[in-house]
């Protein structure tokens, strides 16, 4: 129910594949999903990473009929709170994520959401945090640490307490949102935004996106020392002499990720 292709050029798709079910995951498909994540995070051939549901819906979501075979009382987490690859797959990536979202994506389906560097959705995306309808928290952490950053607060909390709907163009108009595009075209613009980011050195990229997630959760001080050495790092890197020589030359560049 997990499927992947990676294109010649480094774009990689990543398919919730169970529309049967709309694409509700399962312990074992939660364990293939982050496991996949992790190798294409580890692939140097990967520039650029899309996750999308089929069947016209991203995940609805934990199964409960799965779930509902460990009893919650003797019921696990998932990992230790050091394992953050665990409960936050996508930002731990250390390529671009971005989402392409088509219908319901609730619950789990809207924390992998959250993970999302970029989020292009359909005009029938609907985004749900309905975990206090089940007497749960946001179930990766990302419900309660990523989207009140992503939305403010109160905007958060509002969602999180009610369990309501965040329809697609409510979250293009508060920027959850990133692009807003017909069903049909989903696709096409989630690629079209891929190829954007080919233009940049996959080093850079890497090193960008570990910047600002990281520095979410650290002082100035702290966010500077890594800043200092990225920048130290990148002055003497095989992409950044390309990039300089490209511009001098006038031709695109030809950057290999060192």
Same mark, same amino acid.
């Given at each position: 129910?997990?499927?992947?292709?990676?294109?010649?050029?480094?774009?990689?798709?990543?398919?919730?594949?169970?529309? %049967?079910?709309?694409?509700?995951? =399962?312990?074992?498909?939660? $364990?293939?999903?982050?496991?996949?994540?992790?190798?294409?995070?580890?692939?140097?051939?990967?520039?650029?990473?899309?996750?999308?549901?089929?069947?016209?819906?991203?995940?609805?979501?934990?199964?409960?009929?799965?779930?509902?075979?460990? !009893?919650?009382? =003797?019921?696990?987490?998932?990992?230790?709170?050091?394992?953050?690859?665990?409960?936050?797959? @996508?930002?731990?990536?250390?390529?671009?994520?971005?989402?392409?979202?088509?219908?319901?994506?609730?619950?789990?389906?809207? %924390?992998?959401?959250?993970?999302?560097?970029?989020?292009?959705?359909?005009?029938?995306?609907?985004?749900?945090?309905?975990?206090?309808?089940?007497?749960?928290? !946001?179930? =990766?952490?990302?419900?309660?640490?990523?989207?009140?950053?992503?939305?403010?607060?109160?905007?958060?909390?509002? @969602? @999180?307490?009610?369990?309501?709907?965040? %329809?697609?163009?409510?979250?293009?108009?508060?920027?959850?949102?990133?692009?807003?595009?017909? !069903?049909?075209?989903?696709?096409?613009?989630?690629?079209? %935004?891929?190829?954007?980011?080919?233009?940049?050195? !996959?080093?850079?990229?890497?090193?960008?996106?570990? @910047?600002?997630?990281?520095?979410?959760?650290?002082?100035?001080?702290?966010?500077?020392?890594?800043?200092?050495?990225?920048?130290?790092?990148?002055?003497?890197? $095989?992409?950044?002499?390309?990039?300089?020589?490209?511009?001098?030359?006038?031709?695109?560049?030809?950057?290999?990720?060192?």
């Amino acid at each position: 129910h997990i499927k992947y292709e990676l294109a010649s050029d480094g774009v990689a798709t990543l398919t919730i594949d169970r529309p %049967e079910k709309r694409n509700a995951m =399962t312990y074992a498909m939660l $364990a293939a999903f982050t496991g996949k994540v992790a190798e294409i995070g580890a692939d140097e051939r990967v520039r650029v990473l899309i996750v999308t549901g089929s069947g016209g819906t991203f995940c609805a979501g934990t199964d409960l009929a799965d779930l509902a075979t460990v !009893p919650g009382e =003797t019921r696990g987490v998932r990992g230790t709170h050091e394992e953050v690859n665990k409960w936050w797959p @996508l930002v731990q990536c250390p390529v671009p994520v971005i989402g392409a979202i088509d219908g319901f994506a609730v619950g789990m389906g809207a %924390e992998f959401t959250s993970q999302c560097d970029v989020r292009i959705v359909s005009t029938r995306a609907r985004f749900a945090w309905n975990f206090a309808h089940r007497g749960l928290v !946001p179930d =990766t952490g990302a419900g309660s640490w990523i989207l009140p950053r992503l939305l403010g607060h109160s905007r958060a909390l509002r @969602l @999180l307490y009610s369990g309501a709907f965040l %329809e697609a163009a409510e979250a293009r108009d508060i920027g959850y949102a990133n692009a807003l595009v017909e !069903p049909e075209k989903l696709a096409e613009a989630a690629r079209e %935004e891929a190829e954007r980011y080919l233009q940049s050195s !996959p080093m850079s990229l890497r090193k960008m996106k570990s @910047l600002v997630w990281h520095g979410l959760e650290r002082t100035v001080a702290e966010h500077m020392v890594d800043h200092v050495q990225a920048m130290s790092d990148c002055f003497k890197s $095989a992409d950044h002499k390309e990039g300089v020589a490209s511009f001098l030359e006038r031709r695109p560049a030809k950057f290999i990720g060192r």
